[in-house]
């Protein structure tokens, strides 16, 4: 059974720049989860999903963060004019409904805001 | 809101040693949470290495075992004899049943020396 993919799995830009990560789950799992890890501390939920809609994005910045899964399936992250404080990894992880707090994690994008 | 505390960012032990790495956790929710003890291992991405759900018991895994306290709200992390495989950071989150969400603490790098 193939695990989360995520990419790319590193991406450097300038201040005021624009990314996109993607996430494909694990086949099956219906909720899906963008957490945000800077260096040297725990992930921090931004959004997470059930199939298609929106279950929590209270942590998402939303003025230049955005995040999508249109068919339930696979999930795109947006960081329009990214700032340096925005340098981490982020993480995409799914679960079938809840999962009892079981999330399968991929290995992250890394992100570094020069 | 919740919280989790991991007192020490490092720790290096020599191998056949035991191992004890602390977290205490703080919710305001009239519920008692779900807690967790999540590895990241070198390359790879982060996944799950214990769970516990219910308050007194204790949860096992790969040698390792942590006993949920709800009254003095720790959830530490112990193994009789660690092996230079076990290096890896680990890291304690708690959620909720009707939640896939997590909170972590920062992690624990732990380096097992030969």
């Known amino acids: 059974e193939a695990g989360v993919t995520q990419s790319p799995r590193y991406a450097v830009l300038q201040e005021g720049q624009a990314v996109s990560f993607w996430c494909d789950p694990i086949?099956?799992?219906?909720?899906l989860y963008w957490y945000q890890q800077p260096r040297d501390q725990g992930p921090q939920l931004l959004v997470y999903f059930r199939d298609e809609a929106v279950i929590d994005n209270s942590q998402l910045p939303s003025d230049r963060f955005s995040a999508v899964r249109p068919k339930g399936t696979n999930s795109t992250l947006k960081i329009q004019s990214a700032k340096q404080g925005d340098t981490a990894t982020y993480l995409c992880?799914?679960?079938?409904?809840?999962?009892?707090?079981?999330?399968?994690f991929g290995e992250g994008s890394k992100l570094t805001v020069l | 809101g919740d919280s989790v505390t991991q007192t020490e960012g490092q720790v290096t032990v020599s191998e056949s040693k035991s191992l004890i790495i602390n977290c205490t956790y703080s919710?305001?929710?009239?519920?008692?949470?779900?807690l967790f003890w999540y590895v990241r291992y070198p390359g790879e991405g982060l996944q799950l290495l214990l769970k516990?759900?219910?308050?007194?018991q204790k949860g096992s895994s790969r040698g390792f075992e942590a006993t949920y306290n709800k009254e003095t709200t720790s959830f530490h992390l112990q193994k009789a004899s660690v092996q230079e495989s076990d290096s890896a950071v680990y890291y304690c989150a708690l959620g909720y049943t009707n939640t896939g969400k997590l909170t972590f603490g920062d992690g624990t790098v732990l380096t097992v020396k030969p």
């Open positions: 516990v759900i219910t308050a007194g």
């Open positions: 086949s099956g799992h219906d909720t």
């Open positions: 919710t305001t929710s009239i519920a008692y949470p779900n």
């Open positions: 992880a799914s679960s079938s409904g809840t999962g009892y707090g079981q999330l399968y």
